[in-house]
């Protein structure tokens, strides 16, 4: 439907008057809707079209501890999520990704001067550990700089134990998620001359290709996939996503050794610092996902 429109509008063309401003539509955008801090618009990145009524009874039970005052579709896999308090949005918008039946549902800050279509919803904040890195790149900097290659630097976790500093280093950055993910950091070269090749793996990674690398289909709905393709001609795997441990951990303050850098700065799409997040928010609820057309 989005396709359509946007091919209509390249070849339509309008009228002087057609093409005339609504007037006083300015002023009437720049209003504020009492309440929208505590909003969130959603987005089901997903080749079929989901049954809304029931996302939204899954979230409502999901997120009881951060009440929802109302949840709304806004369309096919769009929704509009109201909190009742800004705590509760924020508990939910820094633990993205949530995902749904293994598919990412994507979360935006409300912006009222926006139709549903003109959200952005490739920016993905997301943990990634990096592999094998040299002990002295163990540090802010080398977070920092390792992390820009994903994409915007969120955080950086140098607290010790469970294998952060030394096994991987733990990062938080937003990725583009329309894009092939990053599957490894090239941290100067080994005792042999050949590059150091320092492997990524994501933190509740939602559904994607293994052919492509991008989020929001598998490899059976790949539109550049070949047919037929062999299992060891793939590029991506399973093996990018880290596999949790029984849940131990508690979520709460961020502890000492988290390092926050600046968060997006772009307006209503910024990101809230992020927390320490370990737990998996991954929802299945039997099959609910029509495949599809979008
Ligand atoms: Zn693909």
């Known amino acids: 439907m989005e396709e359509e429109v946007a091919k209509m509008l390249g070849e339509l063309k309008f009228t002087d008057e057609e093409m005339q401003d609504l007037e006083g539509a300015e002023m009437i955008l720049e209003k504020e809707v009492p309440g929208s801090e505590k909003w969130l618009v959603g987005k089901l990145v997903s080749p079929g079209i989901v049954d809304g009524p029931m996302l939204i009874r899954v979230f409502i039970a999901v997120w009881?501890?951060?009440?929802?005052?109302?949840?709304?579709?806004?369309?096919?896999?769009?929704?509009?999520?109201?909190?009742?308090?800004?705590?509760?949005?924020?508990?939910?918008?820094?633990?993205?990704?949530?995902?749904?039946?293994?598919?990412?549902?994507?979360?935006?800050?409300?912006?009222?001067k926006l139709s549903p279509t003109e959200y952005d919803f490739c920016p993905l904040p997301i943990w990634i550990r990096v592999y094998d890195l040299p002990l002295t790149g163990m540090d802010v900097e080398i977070g920092k700089a390792i992390a820009r290659k994903f994409g915007e630097c969120l955080t950086a976790d140098f607290r010790r134990g469970e294998g952060r500093f030394g096994e991987y280093?733990?990062?938080?950055?937003?990725?583009?998620?329309?894009?092939?993910?990053?599957?490894c950091v090239i941290v100067g070269k080994l005792n042999d001359g050949s590059p150091r090749v320092c492997m990524a793996k994501y933190e509740r990674l939602p559904r994607f290709c293994y052919w492509c690398g991008t989020i929001g289909h598998e490899l059976d709905l790949c539109l550049v996939a070949p047919n037929n393709v062999r299992e060891d001609q793939l590029q991506f795997g399973d093996w990018m996503r880290v596999k949790f441990k029984p849940k131990s951990a508690s979520l709460g303050a961020p502890k000492p050794g988290l390092v926050h850098f600046n968060s997006m700065n772009s307006g209503a799409g910024k990101f809230k610092k992020a927390v320490e997040v370990v737990e998996d928010n991954t929802i299945t609820v039997g099959n609910v996902s029509a495949r599809g057309k979008m």
């Open 169 to 183: 280093m733990r990062i938080r950055a937003v990725i583009d998620s329309s894009k092939p993910l990053r599957r």
């Open 64 to 112: 009881r501890e951060q009440p929802l005052v109302d949840a709304t579709k806004l369309g096919p896999n769009m929704f509009l999520f109201k909190f009742g308090r800004m705590e509760g949005r924020d508990f939910v918008f820094d633990r993205v990704p949530w995902t749904f039946n293994g598919e990412l549902l994507a979360l935006k800050a409300f912006d009222g």
